[in-house]
């Protein structure tokens, strides 16, 4: 004979917390990513503050939890404010540290913390808070493997919709009031749901319709919160700006012109990005004599296409783009597009929207890949392992196999002057692989001096002559780009591999010596 006893059918108030831990789940995780995201917006080296703000952030959960024990009474009233504390503080995280970047950028790094553990320690106390309160009808083992379901769901659900969805479709200041809205709503459910058990009604329901109303403000002025941060950031009118799956673009016109800006980082100023692409494209070009086939790797804003098709001989031009709204905007819009001279509308380019290692990797496995006269890589400077992958050994053998015997590579490669390390490391890390290396510099006014280096089996020669109508470059004076003075000259690195990344660390030391990060 069967003793067990019956499971206890869920009542309705039960299936309702459960719910609400499915919500509470999504939004905690949601107010971690957003945070770990910022934090590598505007200090670099996405691992890096990705690894920290989790930690920091599962440290401050476990001190809410052990807080937790100190909660005896009124337990739904107790939920329901932290709720609503999770609710504000969580929800306007987001718009606080953009405006804080904009107007204290000192104050940041040390509020993003002091956000996170306030959060953590917040939503730290919610989940042992429910199980306490639905301990009074569910037992024990259901209890836990119940909540825990939910709890593992929720998570499950942001973690695919914060970078898919919510990010590229919101932004960060939009999603984080969102779900800061979520977090209100669960705690006017639990009004609802304990309104027979809660003292002082009244304030628990003014307390809800003020939060709820604070965040749909902030909801409906997301727009204004954000280019309130943002022109006071770049300083210039915002002409443009856009969130992608991949990056913040922003592009700013001012006196000197338009700006563009990739998660807060300059790519070209319109007054002098005439040096940095010239000296980015000709010196291989011009070298290679009659260059047919040309691939460029990165760059989908077009300018070194521009400049790539100034030769007759060039028959196609690929362009290699991960995100594929930089190539639309700077082929539809009609001021960007006037900038590239409607480079990425001439037919003999062909833009693939693809990881460039991705690319490289498909055409290494086709047996027989097409191979380029020269290829022009202008990725942005490694300031995160996702980028840093473009500067290792590994991608330099790849980018080998699609050069053609008398071709040559050119790769844009940080200042050697205020990251004299890195730069020396890419040059280390390009003969690691068996090429040649030419590195040369450039004096572009928004960079100060520019590097590059110049890659090829045969060894490169200075062109005789330039195209005509360059407003930089001329062959009396290439030679000139080759003289590195001492405090630029070569110093021993080490190779910038996949499996250490010594490039992104470098650089992150050498550049936070100038911008205090």
């Known amino acids: 004979m069967n003793t067990r006893p019956a499971p206890t059918p869920a009542r309705p108030m039960d299936v309702a917390l459960l719910a609400s831990v499915f919500v509470v789940a ?30 920091t952030y599962l440290f401050a959960m476990g001190v809410g939890s052990w807080l937790s024990r100190y909660f005896e009474r009124q337990l ?31 104050a940041f790094r040390p509020l993003l913390y002091a956000l996170v553990l306030l959060v953590g320690m917040l939503v730290g106390l919610e989940i042992p808070l429910v199980m306490r309160i639905l ?46 809205l979520m977090n209100a709503a669960v705690a006017l459910w639990a009004l609802w749901l304990f309104r ?41 009118k915002i002409a443009l700006a856009e969130q992608t799956p991949y990056q913040r673009i922003v592009v700013t016109q001012g006196r000197n012109g338009h700006r563009l800006y990739l998660n807060g980082n300059l790519q070209f100023a319109e007054s002098d990005e005439y040096r940095y692409h010239e000296a980015l494209v000709h010196p291989a070009m011009a070298a290679h004599g009659a260059p047919r086939q040309v691939a460029v790797l990165g760059g989908g804003d077009g ?61 290494a496995e086709a047996g027989q890949p097409q191979t380029f006269d020269v290829i022009v890589v202008d990725f942005p400077d490694p300031t995160n392992f996702a980028v840093g992958k473009l500067y290792t050994n590994s991608f330099y053998a790849l980018l080998q196999n699609r050069l053609a015997a008398s071709g040559y590579a050119v790769i844009q490669t940080t200042s050697p002057l205020i990251a004299r390390q890195s730069f020396w490391t890419v040059v280390t890390t390009i ?24 890659a090829s089996r045969r060894p490169w020669q200075p062109p005789a002559q330039l195209p005509a109508g360059l407003r930089f470059l001329d062959a009396a004076s290439l030679p000139q780009l080759l003289d590195f003075p001492r405090d630029m000259a070569r110093l021993p690195a080490q190779v910038n591999r996949l499996s250490n990344q010594v490039l992104v660390h470098t650089y992150e030391r050498e550049w936070g010596r100038v911008t205090g990060h």
Not at 209 to 226: C, D, K, N, S
Not at 328 to 350: C, E, I, T, Y
């Open 76 to 106: 739904p009233a107790h939920f329901l404010r932290i709720e609503l504390l999770v609710a504000m503080v969580g929800g306007a995280l987001p718009a606080t540290l953009f405006l804080v970047n904009a107007y204290a950028p000192a």
């Open 26 to 55: 999504a939004c905690g995780l949601l107010y971690e990513l957003a945070a770990g995201a910022l934090a590598s917006y505007v200090l670099g080296d996405s691992v890096l503050q990705f690894s920290t703000i989790i930690g």
């Open 135 to 180: 301990k009074r009808n569910v037992q024990l083992k259901d209890l836990v493997s119940q909540v825990l379901t939910f709890d593992y769901l929720g998570a499950l659900a942001v973690s695919l919709a914060f970078p898919l969805i919510l990010v590229p479709q919101l932004g960060l200041i939009r999603t984080g009031l969102l779900f800061g």
């Open 431 to 454: 003969e690691s692989v068996g090429l040649t290396a030419r590195p040369y510099h450039a004096h572009v006014p928004s960079f100060g001096e520019w590097g590059y280096v110049i």
């Open 303 to 363: 300018m070194a296409v521009r400049e790539i098709l100034k030769y007759p001989s060039v028959q196609s031009v690929t362009l290699v783009e991960l995100d594929p709204a930089m190539t639309r905007l700077f082929a539809s819009h009609p001021r960007l597009a006037a900038l590239n001279g409607q480079a990425l509308s001439d037919p003999r380019v062909q833009v693939h929207h693809q990881d460039a290692f991705g690319w490289l990797q498909q055409g």
């Open 196 to 236: 027979h058990e809660l003292r002082l009604l009244r304030a628990h329901v003014a307390a809800c319709v003020l939060v709820l109303a604070l965040l749909l403000a902030g909801l409906w002025g997301a727009e204004h919160i954000t280019t309130l941060a943002e022109d006071r950031f770049y300083q210039d």
